[in-house]
């Protein structure tokens, strides 16, 4: 068997799609893609280190947000966000989709702005943003994207002409019609070489771009932590599905080409393609070119795609293998060419995780290529609309339910860092306070590196960034998911009651406050394992999501040779009691989630008495039975909460907007869009929050002061207390600081 060669700092490792006929096994290896960079990264610098995020030689854990039009604005109101950023507790920043930020349309596709310095042209204030998060410590996940600047045809002259310009030229044009170009150039540029190469050249000319506030070339910036190549393309999952633009027209053309030449580069001669595979189809030969990308799409079965009938089974890995590969192959060579953009061997781009694809559908076979780079990153977006009537939150429920994280199920793989890149819960949730605790839970149990939620959003794309609380309250009504804007709905800066809950959730994932599974299972899966149709997803899914659920989980992927496992006969059904590591249990009857460790007190859910005790001795008292709270008490200073100086404190209920009306007989259809539909008036300004009562005893001998803050957030209060801490449902108080008498 033929291995790759070593890539720049990764190795390429090949696995074998192994195909049980006859007892012989296929000798094309399936490409396995870089293992991350084991250069330990300069101080300052971001790196992987035993299979985790590291910098300065300690554990890196990132709390981020996305920002998508904030580097576009004006310099003042890029400083207000940032500041604002930092203060909500967030260490880190995703530059999302900034390639219409750093090139103009038209252009080549490579060639950034030249800018002078102040100008306040688009790549100035893009600089200016990069600076001032580097400035205020905030890591940047900066994303290679190609989805808005518009190539011109004349990006044809980046190769030697050829017989085919007038085709390129035209089936770039088509590409690029609305919505394009999207996802569209992602799925074509590891099958088109003109592509490639301006996907390259780009890539180079970024990261040799020069900063002028910061002195820093792209490929040396410290405050860079993470790289993604691609965002959302699900490129193998739209081979599958027969949707892909590299399957269609002259792109359709190209990739047959390159089909033809791995069967010929492989088999020599169409008889021997035609004994290994059994049979072909009518007019098919290596010599004329003319093997078809059959069998696309794949087939609708509950079977796996390896057992379809009306092809030989061989035939479907080595057409797959074709795909993963030059899929895989492609990013490897993207990398490389990026690593070699460095200054020093264990700086910047040298030893910077870069991760292939973002990944949020539930594809083995999908992970499998999108976590082929140094990181696994996945995410995924809840709503909570119930069509249930029995449910006895109806027509709403929520993250404290139970069910699994969809796509982020299959992220964590053994040896890997993961980060979630995106991840958030629709409103209309009532009870979306519980949310981010969840997924703080959720992510330590299982051990993550890095959740970036979606998205900030001041306003509107260029409306001024507030100055203050009030303006916030007055410009900040909740926005809602509408189908016109399915995205209204994640907007986080205005949503007081969810940054309360973001603060303290990233405060506790940041120092790892909860502990992680110590025993996750080990999810083995052969090379033929990945071959799944899509109606059988569904069985593996519940398989992984209850091992998380359980005891944590961990995908590995099985070298060549070995036998599958088979899609699963009979999946566990979801347990009762989600166990998220050793420090957090959520009864999902109950819709109760809490927390009594060391570290952390947290209760979230409906309480079914005025009293919610802890084991050592701290209770949260007053409360209302069956009324929705979420509440949390975790250290700051990273020492038991018995004995830490510092607290942070939060207790959050629910907020609408002023005259807004759900009503559930209004949604004609299912899912999604049938909680929009319910939504009939969305209300104005201000937003009703509901400030819940409740005193915290931490005990008597415990004393000091509570500093309490809003979501701005600024200090609007300080007073003294003794032994408890009073939430009196008046304060718009998104959390406290608490400072413990020191002769305590």
């Known amino acids: 068997m033929n291995r790759k060669k070593t890539l720049c700092a990764g190795v390429v490792v090949a696995l074998t799609f192994f195909a049980f006929e006859a007892g012989v096994a296929q000798e094309i290896p399936l490409s396995r893609g870089l293992e991350p960079v084991k250069v330990e990264p300069a101080p300052g610098f971001v790196g992987i280190k035993d299979g985790h995020l590291v910098r300065d030689g300690q554990r890196l854990r990132i709390w981020g947000i996305n920002n998508v039009n904030e580097y576009r604005r004006n310099k003042e109101d890029q400083d207000r966000i940032l500041d604002r950023i930092a203060a909500m507790g967030f260490n880190g920043i995703r530059i999302h989709l900034p390639d219409w930020r750093l090139m103009p349309d038209g252009g080549n596709g490579y060639d950034l702005y030249s800018y002078v310095k102040g100008d306040n042209s688009p790549l100035d204030l893009f600089d200016y943003y990069v600076a001032g998060a580097a400035k205020r410590g905030l890591i940047l996940y900066f994303t290679l994207d190609r989805r808005h600047a518009i190539i011109s045809p004349e990006a044809y002259n980046i190769l030697p002409a050829g017989a085919d310009e007038a085709a390129w030229k035209a089936a770039l044009a088509k590409l690029q019609e609305a919505p394009a170009p999207t996802t569209n150039f992602e799925q074509v540029w590891p099958t088109d070489a003109r592509l490639t190469a301006i996907t390259h050249a780009y890539a180079k000319n970024l990261l040799n771009h020069v900063n002028q506030y910061t002195g820093n070339r792209v490929a040396d910036e410290p405050a860079i932590g993470l790289w993604e190549l691609a965002n959302e393309s699900c ?203 969840v997924v703080s839970a959720y992510t330590q149990s299982q051990d993550w590196d890095a959740v970036f939620w979606y998205y900030w959003m001041d306003g509107g794309p260029l409306t001024p960034s507030p100055l203050n609380y009030q303006e916030v309250r007055d410009q900040g009504y909740l926005r809602y998911d509408s189908l016109s804007d399915q995205w209204a709905g994640v907007n986080v800066s205005c949503d007081e009651i969810l940054l309360g809950s973001l603060h303290l959730a990233g405060l506790m994932f940041r120092q790892g406050s909860l502990r992680p599974a110590p025993h996750p299972a080990q999810i083995a899966l052969s090379p033929d394992d990945l071959i799944w149709s899509y109606n059988s997803m569904g069985a593996w899914m519940k398989v992984i999501s209850s091992a998380e659920n359980r005891t944590g989980a961990r995908l590995r992927f099985l070298p060549d040779g070995t036998a599958p496992r088979g899609i699963p006969a009979e999946a566990p059904d979801s347990p009762a009691m989600t166990q998220y590591g050793p420090d957090v249990r959520i009864d999902n009857a109950k819709r109760q989630m809490i927390s009594d460790s060391a570290n952390v007190k947290m209760f979230a859910g409906w309480p079914n008495r005025p009293v919610v005790g802890f084991s050592d001795g701290i209770r949260l008292t007053g409360l209302e039975p069956g009324k929705f709270i979420a509440f949390a008490l975790a250290s700051e200073d990273g020492r038991p909460i018995a004995q830490s100086k510092k607290l942070v404190v939060t207790l959050l209920g629910t907020s609408q907007n002023t005259g807004y009306v759900y009503d559930p007989k209004a949604s004609k259809s299912t899912g999604f869009i049938g909680m929009i539909e319910g939504i009939v008036n969305k209300g104005e300004n201000p937003v009703v929050i509901d400030w819940p009562a409740a005193t915290v005893e931490l005990g008597a001998g415990r004393s000091g002061s509570c500093t309490w803050y809003n979501a701005f957030p600024e200090a609007f209060e300080k007073q003294a207390f003794s032994g408890s801490i009073v939430f009196d449902g008046k304060r718009p108080a998104a959390w406290a600081h608490v400072m413990i008498d020191p002769k305590e």
């Open 235 to 437: 490129y193998i999952d739209r081979i599958l599905d027969g949707s892909s633009e590299a399957l269609k027209g002259y792109w359709g053309e190209q990739t047959q080409r390159l089909w033809n030449e791995f069967l010929k580069k492989h088999y020599g001669t169409t008889a021997a393609l035609q004994k290994r595979w059994g049979s072909l189809l009518e007019g098919e030969s290596l010599e004329g070119g003319t093997i078809q990308l059959q069998p696309l799409p794949a087939p609708k079965t509950d079977k796996p795609y390896s057992e379809d009938a009306k092809f030989p089974s061989r035939r479907i890995h080595d057409l797959l293998t074709f795909f993963v590969n030059r899929y895989i192959d492609q990013n490897n060579e993207l990398v490389a060419t990026m690593r070699a953009c460095a200054s020093k061997p264990n700086e910047g781009i040298a030893v910077t995780p870069i991760g292939f694809d973002t990944h949020f559908e539930p594809s083995l076979l999908n992970i499998y290529c999108a976590g082929a780079g140094d990181v696994a990153i996945a995410g995924t977006y809840k709503w909570y609309r119930t069509f249930d009537t029995s449910d006895p939150t109806y027509p709403f429920t929520s993250s404290l339910a139970g069910g699994g994280w969809y796509g982020m199920d299959l992220a964590p793989i053994k040896g890997k860092p993961t980060v979630t890149y995106e991840i958030n819960v629709h409103r209309p949730a009532p009870y979306r306070a519980a949310f981010p605790m």
